[in-house]
């Protein structure tokens, strides 16, 4: 689960996480071409919008970007 390799204690932000994530990749498709046997292309059904300045470019990237956050609302809670 995402939520694991996220290392999300609670239950309950755990849930909504790996809710966010499938919804996420339900978004996502392969594009085979009109012949049906290119290389499939991952393509999304809908673009998503990042609301930061600077986008992550892999999955390290969006890793370090969520510890960030994660650090900055536990030190208001």
Known sequence: MPSEIARIQN???AFCFDEAVSY???MMYYDYGK???GEGKLKWHKTP???D???PRNNSELFKKMQKQEQKYE???
């Open 49 to 51: 919008h990042w609301i």
């Open 35 to 37: 012949d049906g046997k």
């Open 11 to 13: 239950d309950y932000e």
């Open 75 to 77: 030190k208001k809670g």
């Open 53 to 55: 300045e600077d986008k």
């Open 24 to 26: 996420i990749q339900s």
